[in-house]
């Protein structure tokens, strides 16, 4: 040892690759659980903020078919779940809302859709009186023909005095027979705009046996608890 010169010592502080890896992996740990506080943190913070948000949107799209005058119950929380069901169009399960009014059952705000469109899927939301007739259907989604098959929608329908989805408001199996619940050019008392009688045609019938469904089931929608399956 006594022969070695200065640079052949053994040095005693350069860490060696052990220490090395174990302080990079503390200090990797250290990052991971403080970034994951972090995010959990922030989680918290936002998740009231975007759920309020959802809702609110909810609602908006629920008002366009339900007036806020004929419930006044917490319509949010008063839903049951429907499984996929072909009599609606739906292939996943979807909520059924209930509106009551002192206590009695007032509507049914139910989301189905038109499977057939001409270009597809259109999705359609409805309220159904507790007497059985609607109260008035949107569309929710669809990629008709701009300019063309899109005036089912009422924000493209140029006619704004009386887009062609109102036609559908207050009517129900007593004013119109099941038979005639078609566009015109199919026998039916519904009209279709020249040009685009596809997507007419799909949503008068999609609506008609969301209509049908609506009071072949009336009794267990409303009576299954809030929050449970159908």
Do not use: C
């Amino acid at each position: 040892m006594d022969d070695l010169t200065p640079a052949e010592l053994p040095s005693h502080h350069e860490p060696g690759a052990l220490t090395m890896s174990t302080r990079t992996a503390v200090i990797l740990t250290i990052f991971t659980v403080a970034f994951t506080a972090l995010m959990a943190v922030t989680y918290q913070m936002t998740k009231t903020t975007i759920a309020a948000s959802a809702e609110s949107e909810k609602m908006k799209l629920i008002g366009e078919v339900l007036p806020a005058t004929v419930y006044d119950n917490e319509l949010l929380k008063d839903w049951i779940e429907l499984p996929a069901t072909a009599e609606i169009g739906n292939d996943i399960p979807t909520r059924v809302y209930r509106a009551r009014k002192n206590g009695s059952a007032a509507a049914l705000v139910i989301e189905a859709a038109a499977t057939d469109g001409y270009s597809g899927h259109i999705g359609l939301i409805l309220a159904v009186r507790a007497s059985g007739e609607l109260i008035a259907v949107r569309v929710t989604g669809h990629r008709e023909t701009p300019g063309l098959g899109d005036y089912i929608d009422p924000k493209k329908d140029k006619n704004k005095a009386k887009p062609w989805i109102s036609q559908f408001n207050d009517l129900g199996f007593a004013q119109i027979n099941p038979a005639e619940w078609k566009v015109i050019k199919d026998g039916g008392r519904f009209e279709q705009r020249a040009g685009a009688t596809i997507s007419a045609r799909a949503v008068t019938n999609a609506v008609g046996r969301a209509l049908r469904f609506a009071n072949a089931a009336r009794e267990r929608l409303y009576t299954i608890p809030a929050q449970a399956k159908f």
